[in-house]
C-alpha cells in the first residue's frame, strides 16, 4: 500500500502531465496520435487509465511532453 508521501508526489506528477496536456489544449484522442508520430503506440483507454491512477513511467511522461512539444517545465511550487 503507498504512503502518503507517495501519493502526494504521483497526485503532483499526475497535474504536471495533466496541465501541460491543458495548457497545449491537447485531447487524449488526438496525444494518440502525437505519440504514434513519434513511434510510440497507445490507446486513448491506456492514456486515460495512466493519467487517471498518476501511475507511469518516467519514460512515458518525457514521450508525452516530447509529442505535445514541452520544451521545458517548471517545477517550483
Known sequence: MADE???AWD???KGIL???LKR???TYAQLVDKLAAI???ETEPNIRNK???G???AVFMI???RAIDVKSLHLAE
Open 55 to 57: 501511475k507511469f513511467t
Open 5 to 7: 508521501t507517495e501519493l
Open 63 to 65: 514521450q508525452v511532453l
Open 39 to 41: 513511434g510510440v503506440k
Open 24 to 26: 497545449k489544449n491537447v
Open 11 to 13: 497526485a503532483r506528477v
Open 18 to 20: 495533466k496541465a501541460e
Open 51 to 53: 493519467l487517471a491512477r
